[in-house]
């Protein structure tokens, strides 16, 4: 294989994952050509490892703009979850780092200003760059100031020169960077412009999904063409070293997007570097993120995991019952488009995101509904595509437990859950092995 890591370049990278052929995980079928059976164009989607940095990352390289402008509806504040975690963050960071108005806050990929509204109530002067048309839309309604480009070191001259409306010469005193190093397409010119928009006693908080959660919890499905990047501390660590940054702290998040990690960023040498950063190198290396042999062993993981996910729907259809989905997401079109699964097979995804409401998953050209039409519905069993949020789900869906409905989470391994789970009653949970 010629491919050169995103990181650091080297050409030591061994593939360890094949999902095939799939169209843009984000990219929802618009209801004119989902009636139509038109498919969106699918590109191959392969993982692999740098023996040398540890960084994974995928090997099909999509051109932005198709995925993050023409395509993309995620947005944040549809998830209470995730609005909570943000005010939390905010509370943090002021208390933490003393910000006052005096102080200067930016967010690359801010969406829809889920993040920053937060800041902006206590009067902090703020800045987002978003280059989705409709988050940074929703973002400036919110009266949030935002730059609708894509961010790099390129942008971070020209705003600092005055650009974009951006304050000249200003740097920032924190930068936020929210599940974005995973889209970044070249990750050094990131870094780099995160180096320069940095205060030199500033300081920048990274979040992501953990890579060891990836493999010990079989999250297959949160491969996509959109995350192009999947990372380790050791990764982290070694890419901002680059751009003479460095780690000082790392905290764990266990609900939030299957298991997070928060980064803490500062200037090398100038901080001094919490005993957690450590601690977790050492877990990693335990867990084996530093060579290709766990890696090589998801890939057999994954197979299984598939099998008994097909034999768990194969039973559910045998019975006769109706199945249904909820969460038009990403990972959810990874996981039907991997499983083979149509709208034969699961009659309507439900979502709270009235943007996706009307649209099809792609691939497999399953009809969006909105997620008030569950309860009416009635399907037997609902397959939770966003199982990151599957607490938060089930929740919110009590009357449908209530009226006797069932939810079934494809991960880590399947799941059933119904009102007497919910309850409490274990001995009524199912797992299919």
Known sequence: MS?????????????????????????????????????????????????????????ETVDAKELFIDNYNYYASFSPSVVRHAEHYAEEMVAGLGLDPRAFVVELASNDGYQLQFFRQRGIPCVGFEPSPGPARAAREKSIDTIPEFFGLELARACLAGAHGYPRGRHADLIIANNVLAHVRDLNDFLAGVSLLLDDDGTATFENPWLKLLLDETQFDTIYHEHVCYFSTHAVQAACARHHLEVTDVRYFDKLHGGMLRWTVRRQGRHSVSPAVAEILREEQRAGLTTDRRFLEFGDSVAQLKNELLAQLASIQRQGKRLAAYGAVAKGATLTNYLGLTAHDVRKVYDRNTNKVGAYLPGSLIPVAHADDLAGDAPDVVLILAWNFADEIVAQQRPYLENGGCFLVPIPRPKLINLSTVNGDSSHSSEES
Not at 11 to 31: K, N, R
Request: net charge negative.
């Open 3 to 59: 491919y050169a890591c995103r990181s650091c370049g080297s050409s030591h990278v061994v593939e360890f994952l094949d999902l095939g052929s799939m169209p843009i995980a984000s990219c929802l079928v618009t209801d004119e050509d989902g009636r139509a059976g038109i498919l969106p164009r699918a590109y191959p989607l392969k993982a692999v490892f740098c023996s040398d940095c540890t960084l994974v990352s995928i090997t």
